[in-house]
């Protein structure tokens, strides 16, 4: 009778736990794991300077920035899961924000594919994880915030599939004394020789998905937001695309204020009256490098 019980227990315990776990580590509070996931990378400790980034990332000559971010020091838990085959970064991303979301973590910025930013980047720059670096196209980001008795939990996912077809999800979580404001804003980086912030007080850069030409969504309510703060407020959106010597330069500025119209478009279908929005073409005047991959549209306050 004693040899079944202990054979049972063992069972017991084989069914609930992941043989293919990193020895030590366990899924965040709260938060379950996607089904028939391995948990490949775990960590754990106190964290100075950690980066919680707000807005597209890019390198411009050699220096890694972001136009948003800040970074704190708290208590730091990081997992990172290896998702079954067959199994993309997008629903990944969909389960793991949908328990943040059951968590009443509210998300303060989310991208997804080029519209993040490069993913050799974000992997080697912000998260120094080798193993994130992935597809441009396949990869999401969230950072989302709550307040829980007299401290701030800031979480940050990102998922991303490589090019072995190999998914991960990664999983963050920041734990600040204190309760901190909820918004992230423009202030000197922290990467690679910082970046000015105070011309940034004033616009910011909306990225164009360049085949398309769409724009990501959250992009869009960030600028109905700063609308609704002030009913005078107009704006400037000028376009601008890279560099293309195969093109004269006023077909390059054409194409910018393509961009640029088209966003304004979107806004008047948001109900932003026609005479607060003012459209301009640039080229590639406002890129600070030629080999920028992204056009942009930037959103500058005329009054």
């Keep these: 009778m004693q040899r079944i019980l202990f054979s049972l227990c063992l069972l017991s315990l084989w069914g ?44 411009v000559n050699g220096v890694v920035r972001a136009d948003e971010e800040q970074r704190l020091d708290g208590a730091w838990r990081r997992v990172i899961y290896l998702m079954p085959d067959g199994h993309g970064s997008d629903v990944g991303f969909r389960y793991f924000s949908d328990r943040l979301e059951k968590l009443s973590v509210k998300t303060l910025h989310s991208c997804e594919g080029r519209h993040c930013g490069p993913s050799n980047l974000w992997a080697n720059k912000v998260f120094e994880e ?19 008795d007299s401290h701030t939990e800031y979480y940050v ?30 202030i000197a980086s922290g990467f690679e020789g910082g970046l000015n912030a105070s011309r940034k007080e004033h616009y ?42 195969d093109l004269k330069l006023d077909q390059q500025i054409e194409r910018s204020q393509q961009y640029a119209q088209a966003l304004k478009d979107r806004l008047i279908e948001e109900n932003v009256a026609n005479e607060r929005l003012f459209v301009i073409g ?17 959103v500058m306050r005329v009054q």
């Design 16 to 59: 609930s736990a992941h043989s293919s776990d990193m020895p030590g580590s366990t899924n965040l509070p709260g938060i379950e794991r996607y089904p028939n996931t391995d948990i490949v990378r775990y960590g754990e400790g106190e964290k100075v300077n950690y980066p919680l980034v707000a807005s597209t990332i890019k390198k």
């Design 282 to 298: 640039t080229g590639p005047l406002l890129q600070e490098t030629a080999t920028n991959a992204m056009p942009f549209v930037r």
């Design 130 to 148: 080798a193993n994130l670096y992935g597809l441009d196209k396949d990869q999401f980001y969230l950072l989302g915030a709550r307040t829980v």
């Design 204 to 245: 910011w850069d909306v990225a164009v998905e360049p085949e398309t030409g769409t724009i990501a969504r959250q992009a869009i309510d960030k600028i109905l937001a700063h609308l609704q703060q002030d009913s005078t407020t107009t704006i400037l959106l000028a376009g601008s695309v890279p560099l293309d010597r």
């Design 157 to 186: 996912l990102y998922t991303v599939r490589r090019g072995n077809k190999r998914v991960y999800a990664m999983l963050d979580q920041l734990i600040v004394d204190g309760v901190q404001e909820r918004r992230v804003s423009p």
